[in-house]
């Protein structure tokens, strides 16, 4: 397991360096790609399945695709004819990020160095046991659970909206304002790029047709 | 399994790499993929907190997933609307390099 761990880590680390060292646009969305299949690697490790198949989706597919479009759109071969960067920048950007590095090595001795206790698929299966079921008609995440698999998705799904009833061990203040809020926020922004992409009418040529 | 620390270092690399690309690079496309890899790394971070956090019911804490399921949507808006200001951008100004854009240096 710890294998898994260290590869898939390199993984996301190298292409993490590739996207700031290459030089092409292009190259740097691929590696980036790289980086994120890796890091939703890792969240699958963690066991959050969900966290991880949406970050391939949206990360690794949806954001990805529409920053490749966008350098393609803009053509920016020209741009890369520049010399090379003023070296104070080079400097503040290697020396800060290091610095953070040490802050981290000095903090991170504090936290437990020990490897997850296993899930207790088969105990916490008694937690979501409804006596006013059947046996048989119990829900999917107890009969998941019962088989030893983790329903990691319905899980999330009762955690983001909240339960009814006290048979359940979950604690979750209920999602169901944020999401609302978060739906108010894509409308904002999908009409907030239409906005941006619109034309100015009196940038437009004298005899268009209004 | 690797250890909480260990996660936490990976996501803490990630992130000084990515802070590292915001400051050395000058196109204004690749910085912002930078940014991008700084939010992927802080939700590893939740999702390594919340794996480790079994408590009593030996189910990870899945109130720190559902914070990187809004983490990953307000980044899809942040780069919908991020992306469409550098198109508006490089129309009127005809660049995406960072040291060219100088009419808000005071």
Same mark, same amino acid.
């Given at each position: 397991?710890?294998?898994? /761990? !260290?590869?898939?880590?390199?993984? #996301?680390?190298?292409?993490?360096? @590739?996207?700031?060292?290459?030089?092409?646009?292009?190259?740097?969305?691929?590696?980036?790609?790289?980086?994120?299949?890796?890091?939703?690697?890792?969240?699958?490790?963690?066991?959050?399945?969900?966290?991880?198949?949406?970050?391939?989706?949206? !990360?690794?597919?949806?954001?990805?695709?529409?920053?490749? /479009?966008?350098?393609?759109?803009?053509?920016?071969?020209?741009?890369?004819?520049?010399?090379?960067?003023?070296? &104070?920048?080079?400097?503040?950007?290697?020396?800060?990020?290091?610095?953070?590095?040490?802050?981290? @090595?000095?903090?991170?001795?504090?936290?437990?160095?020990?490897?997850?206790?296993?899930?207790?698929?088969?105990?916490? #299966?008694?937690?979501? !046991?409804?006596?006013?079921?059947?046996?048989?008609?119990?829900?999917?995440?107890?009969?998941?659970?019962?088989? $030893?698999?983790?329903?990691?998705?319905?899980?999330? $799904?009762?955690?983001?909206?909240?339960?009814?009833?006290?048979?359940?061990?979950?604690?979750?203040?209920? !999602?169901?304002?944020?999401?609302?809020?978060? $739906?108010?926020?894509?409308?904002?922004?999908?009409?907030?790029?239409?906005?941006?992409?619109?034309?100015?009418?009196?940038? &437009?040529?004298?005899?268009?047709?209004? | 399994?690797?250890?909480?620390? =260990?996660?936490?270092?990976?996501?803490?690399?990630?992130?000084?790499?990515?802070?590292?690309?915001?400051?050395?690079?000058?196109?204004?496309?690749?910085?912002?993929?930078?940014? =991008?890899?700084?939010?992927?790394?802080?939700?590893?971070?939740?999702?390594?907190?919340?794996?480790?956090?079994?408590?009593?019911?030996?189910?990870?804490?899945?109130?720190?997933?559902?914070?990187?399921?809004?983490?990953?949507?307000?980044?899809?808006?942040?780069?919908?609307?991020?992306?469409?200001?550098?198109?508006?951008?490089?129309?009127?100004?005809?660049?995406?390099?960072?040291?060219?854009?100088?009419?808000?240096?005071?």
């Amino acid at each position: 397991m710890p294998f898994f /761990f !260290y590869a898939f880590a390199a993984i #996301a680390v190298i292409g993490a360096i @590739c996207l700031i060292c290459f030089r092409n646009p292009v190259n740097s969305a691929i590696s980036m790609v790289a980086s994120f299949l890796g890091l939703a690697a890792l969240f699958i490790g963690l066991n959050a399945y969900f966290v991880g198949i949406i970050q391939i989706l949206v !990360y690794a597919g949806a954001i990805m695709v529409l920053f490749l /479009f966008i350098i393609m759109l803009l053509d920016l071969k020209a741009v890369e004819r520049r010399q090379r960067a003023n070296p &104070l920048f080079l400097l503040g950007g290697i020396v800060i990020p290091l610095i953070f590095i040490i802050q981290l @090595c000095a903090i991170l001795p504090q936290v437990p160095n020990q490897d997850s206790e296993p899930l207790a698929l088969k105990e916490a #299966a008694k937690d979501f !046991y409804d006596k006013d079921r059947k046996p048989g008609e119990q829900s999917e995440i107890h009969q998941s659970l019962e088989k $030893g698999s983790l329903p990691d998705v319905h899980l999330v $799904g009762l955690t983001m909206f909240g339960h009814k009833g006290d048979n359940s061990t979950i604690k979750t203040p209920g !999602y169901n304002f944020p999401l609302q809020i978060i $739906g108010v926020l894509l409308l904002v922004a999908t009409v907030g790029v239409v906005a941006l992409s619109l034309k100015k009418r009196d940038s &437009l040529p004298e005899n268009s047709e209004h | 399994m690797a250890s909480l620390q =260990e996660y936490l270092f990976i996501s803490g690399l990630l992130f000084a790499i990515g802070l590292a690309g915001v400051l050395v690079r000058r196109n204004i496309i690749v910085i912002f993929m930078c940014l =991008e890899l700084m939010l992927s790394s802080a939700n590893l971070t939740l999702v390594a907190f919340s794996r480790f956090n079994t408590g009593t019911s030996g189910l990870p804490d899945y109130n720190g997933q559902v914070l990187v399921f809004f983490i990953i949507t307000v980044a899809a808006a942040e780069v919908a609307v991020g992306l469409a200001i550098i198109v508006a951008l490089y129309r009127a100004r005809q660049t995406v390099n960072v040291e060219d854009l100088t009419s808000m240096k005071g």
